[in-house]
C-alpha cells in the first residue's frame, strides 16, 4: 500500500534489528525497581560472605574458649563470644552456608515439583486431577515434622538427606497454586490457539501457561525460603538437622533461647540475618514478578517529571 | 487504508468472475464431513452422571471444495463454531467422520494429527483471548513454524517479518506484546499465525464479527486476496450475511445444530427454499428506503438444544408449519443442482 502510493519509501527489504530480548526488557525493568535492587545486593552481599566464610572468617567456628564466654563485642570479635565462648561473628558466617544453602535449594525443589504436578493436575483435570489432589491432601494431612524426624532418625542425619525430605513435604502448596491458575488458564482461547497450531500438552503446559502463572509462583518460591530456613532450624533444635560442632542461623537460635535472659544478643545476631535474606529474597521476588509482566507500565518519578516539567515548559508555575 | 474498501465495492463483478474460473478448474473434494455429531453431556445428580445432552452439532454432512469459501451462517448458539472446531477436531466428534484431502481425521492418533495441523487453521473471532498476552507478536507468529520445525533461527525471523508484511503488518514491531495492539492488528496476527505454514484448508470462525465495520472489510479483503495468491480453502463462519454473500461461493445455512440449506451463493440469495432461510434473508437490512419488502419476523425462542423439537426443528417458529413437520423430520434433497434444503415444503416448489 506504501509502495502504491508512491510517496513514502518502500521498505528496506532488510530486516530491521531485533529490537530488545525478553529477557534484557526483563532486567532493565528489574534494576529501575530500587526495593528489588536493594534485595538483590544484600541477597548477593550475603551468598558472597556465606562462600568465602573460610577465608574471611576470623576462627575457627567450633574452637571453645571457656575463658572468654559470653564476651561483648570488640575489635578481637566482632559480635561478641557464645556461652563456649565461640566467635559469634565466625559462627554467623559458617551458618550461612547452610541456612541459605537449605532455603534456597527447598524453594527450588519444592517450585519444581509442585509445578509439574500442579500442572498436570490441572491442565488434564479429570481423574488425574482427582488422583493427584487426593495425594496431596494425604500429604498435607500427615505431620511434615514427624516424617522428617522418622527419616532422619532412620536413614541418619545427613544434610542433603535433609533438603530432599524438606522438598518432599513443601511442594503441595506448590502445586494446588499452580493447579487453581490452569484450571482457569487452560480455558483461554490461546491454548486452544497454540493446540490448533499443532503444539504438544507439554508444550502448552510448560510454555504457554506456565509463563502467566508466573507471578503467584515466584512470590509462594520467595515465602517458602524463609519457611525453610526456619524448618531446618526446627530440625536442628531436635538433633536432626545439622549436627554441632555443624553450625546453621536457626541451630544459633535454638542454642541462644537457654540465655535469652542472660545474653539476648545471641539471638537477635542470627535472627537478623534470617530477616534480611527472607526480606531480599521477597523483594527480588516481587522485582522479577514485575520485571516479567509485560503490561507492567515503566515507573517515572515524580522528580523526573518535574525535571522535565521545568526544562520544557515555557510557562514556569 | 481507505483503498481496500472502495475495492469491495467496485470489484465485486470481477471477483465473481474469478470465482467461476476456481470453480470449473478445481471441483476436487478438500473437507467431507460425514453425519458429524457433537454431544456435550449435561451432569447432574449425586454423582454427576449425564442427565442428557446439548446437541450442538447433529447429524451435519457436507463438503468443501478445494479453493472455495464455504460460508456457514445461522444464529448464536445454533452450533457453527462447535462445528468448526469438530472439523479441525479441536474437540472431539460424539460420531461422525471427518475426511480431510481423504484421510480420515476422528481416526488420526493425537502425534499424526498434530502433523496434520500443519495444513488446517483456525482464525479465531476473540483477537483478544486468542493471543498468548506473555508472549511476543513475533513469536505468536512463528509459534506453528517452531512447533512443527520447519524453520530455525534466522528464517524463522525472516518468515515472520514476510507474514507480517503480508497481512500489512510493520515487521519493526515483532516484539510487542499483544496489549500494544488494536483489535483490527491483532485479528492480522491471528491471521499471520494461521498462514504461516502455507496450510490448505482455513477454519475462519467468526474472524471479522469483533471488529468495526471498516476494519472488517479490510479484513475480508485481506482473506481473499490471500486466497487468490496461495490458493486457500475458507470455512468461513459467520451471522453476518452481508459478509457470507461477498466472500462465499457456497453458503451452509444452519439451525440448532443441523443444516437447513445448502447452496451455492446466489442461489441462495435468490431462491431460498428453506423459510428459516428467507427469514434470515428478509432481516438483511437493505441500504434503499424506498423499496419496501415483505419481512419475516421469527417468534419466539430458539429450542434448546438439549431437548431439541419433534420432527422438523423449525417447525415451533416456521409461519409455514404443517402437521406433517411436527411428525416427521425431513432429510436433505437436493431441489436443482447443487441446490440441497432440509424442508418438506420449500419455498418456491409447491407454496
Not at chain 1, 70 to 77: L, V
Not at chain 2, 131 to 135: A, D, H, K, T, V
Not at chain 2, 288 to 292: A, F, L, Q, S, V
Given at each position: 500500500m506504501i509502495a502504491q502510493t508512491g510517496q513514502m519509501p518502500v521498505p528496506e527489504p532488510t530486516l530491521p534489528e531485533r529490537p530488545e530480548s525478553l529477557m534484557r526488557a526483563a532486567w532493565r525493568r528489574f534494576r529501575r525497581n530500587p526495593l528489588a535492587m536493594g534485595g538483590l545486593v544484600v541477597f548477593v552481599i550475603f551468598a558472597i560472605l556465606a562462600i568465602l566464610a573460610p577465608w574471611i572468617a576470623p576462627y575457627n567456628p567450633a574452637s571453645i574458649d571457656l575463658f572468654n564466654s559470653?564476651?561483648?563485642?570488640?575489635?578481637?570479635?566482632l559480635l561478641g563470644t557464645d556461652d563456649s565462648g565461640r566467635d559469634i561473628f565466625t559462627r554467623i558466617l559458617y551458618g550461612s552456608r547452610v541456612s541459605m544453602l537449605v532455603g534456597v535449594l527447598v524453594a527450588i525443589g519444592s517450585v519444581l515439583i509442585g509445578c509439574i504436578v500442579g500442572a498436570v493436575a490441572g491442565y488434564f483435570g479429570g481423574w488425574l486431577d482427582t488422583v493427584l489432589m487426593r495425594i496431596i491432601d494425604v500429604m498435607l494431612s500427615l505431620p511434615a515434622l514427624f516424617i522428617n524426624i522418622l527419616v532422619l532418625a532412620i536413614f541418619g542425619a545427613s544434610f542433603y538427606l535433609m533438603i530432599l525430605i524438606l522438598v518432599l513435604t513443601s511442594w503441595m502448596g506448590v502445586a494446588r497454586l499452580v493447579r487453581g491458575e490452569f484450571l482457569q488458564l487452560r480455558e483461554m482461547q490461546y491454548v486452544e490457539a497454540a493446540k490448533a497450531a499443532g503444539a504438544s500438552s507439554v508444550r502448552i503446559m510448560f510454555n504457554h501457561l506456565l509463563r502467566n502463572a508466573t507471578a503467584p509462583i515466584i512470590v509462594n518460591a520467595t515465602l517458602m525460603v524463609g519457611g525453610a530456613i526456619l524448618t531446618e532450624s526446627a530440625l536442628s533444635f531436635l538433633g536432626l538437622g545439622v549436627q554441632p560442632p555443624q553450625t546453621s542461623w536457626g541451630q544459633m537460635l535454638n542454642n541462644a533461647q537457654e540465655y535469652m535472659l542472660t545474653n539476648p544478643m545471641l539471638a537477635v545476631y542470627p535472627g537478623v540475618c534470617i530477616f534480611l535474606v527472607v526480606l531480599s529474597v521477597n523483594f527480588i521476588g516481587d522485582g522479577i514478578r514485575d520485571a516479567l509482566d509485560p503490561r507492567q507500565k515503566a515507573h517515572i518519578p515524580k522528580r523526573r517529571i518535574a525535571q522535565w516539567r521545568d526544562r520544557f515548559l515555557k510557562s514556569s508555575t | 487504508m481507505s483503498t481496500p474498501q472502495v475495492r469491495v465495492i467496485a470489484g465485486d463483478s470481477a471477483q465473481e468472475d474469478r470465482r467461476d474460473e476456481n470453480r470449473l478448474q478445481e471441483q476436487k473434494t478438500l473437507v467431507e464431513v460425514e453425519h458429524l455429531k457433537k454431544y456435550f453431556p449435561i451432569r447432574g445428580g449425586f454423582f454427576s452422571h449425564a442427565v442428557g445432552s446439548v446437541r450442538a452439532v447433529d447429524d451435519v454432512t457436507f463438503d468443501i471444495r478445494q479453493g472455495e469459501t464455504f460460508g456457514l451462517v445461522g444464529e448464536s448458539g445454533c452450533g457453527k463454531s462447535t462445528l468448526g472446531r469438530v472439523i479441525l477436531r479441536l474437540q472431539e466428534p460424539t460420531a461422525g467422520i471427518v475426511r480431510f484431502d481423504g484421510v480420515d481425521?476422528?481416526?488420526?492418533r493425537p502425534r499424526q494429527m498434530r502433523k496434520m495441523r500443519q495444513q488446517m487453521q483456525i482464525i479465531f473471532q476473540d483477537p483478544f483471548g486468542s493471543?498468548?498476552?506473555?508472549?511476543t507478536i513475533g513469536d505468536i507468529i512463528a509459534e506453528p513454524l517452531v512447533v512443527h520445525g520447519v524453520a530455525k533461527g534466522r528464517e524463522i525471523e525472516e518468515r515472520v517479518a514476510e507474514l507480517m508484511r503480508l497481512v500489512g503488518l510493520d515487521p519493526s514491531r515483532r516484539n510487542h506484546y499483544p496489549h500494544e495492539f488494536s483489535g483490527g492488528q491483532r485479528q492480522r496476527v491471528g491471521i499471520a499465525r494461521a498462514l504461516a505454514l502455507n496450510p490448505k484448508f482455513i477454519v475462519?470462525?467468526?474472524?471479522?464479527?469483533?471488529?468495526?465495520v471498516s476494519v472488517q472489510s479490510q479484513v475480508i479483503n485481506l482473506l481473499s486476496d490471500l486466497q487468490d495468491e496461495l490458493g486457500l480453502t475458507y470455512l468461513f463462519i459467520a451471522h453476518g450475511l452481508n459478509v457470507v454473500r461477498h466472500i462465499s461461493d457456497r453458503v451452509g445455512v444452519m439451525y440448532l445444530g443441523k443444516l437447513a440449506e445448502i447452496a451455492e451463493t446466489d442461489e441462495i440469495f435468490g431462491h431460498a427454499a428453506h423459510p428459516y432461510t428467507a427469514a434470515l434473508l428478509s432481516a438483511m437490512p437493505v441500504p434503499?428506503?424506498?423499496?419496501?419488502r415483505e419481512r419475516i419476523v421469527l417468534q419466539g425462542e430458539v429450542p434448546s438444544p438439549a431437548h431439541p423439537p419433534q420432527g422438523c426443528r423449525f417447525h415451533t417458529r416456521c409461519p409455514f408449519a404443517q402437521q406433517r413437520c411436527r411428525e416427521e423430520e425431513p432429510q436433505m434433497r437436493e431441489i436443482s443442482a447443487g441446490h440441497w434444503v432440509a424442508c418438506h415444503f420449500p419455498m418456491g416448489d409447491v407454496a
Open positions: 559470653d564476651a561483648p563485642p570488640s575489635w578481637q570479635h | 481425521l476422528t481416526r488420526l493471543l498468548n498476552p506473555r508472549f475462519a470462525d467468526e474472524a471479522v464479527s469483533a471488529l468495526d434503499n428506503p424506498h423499496r419496501k
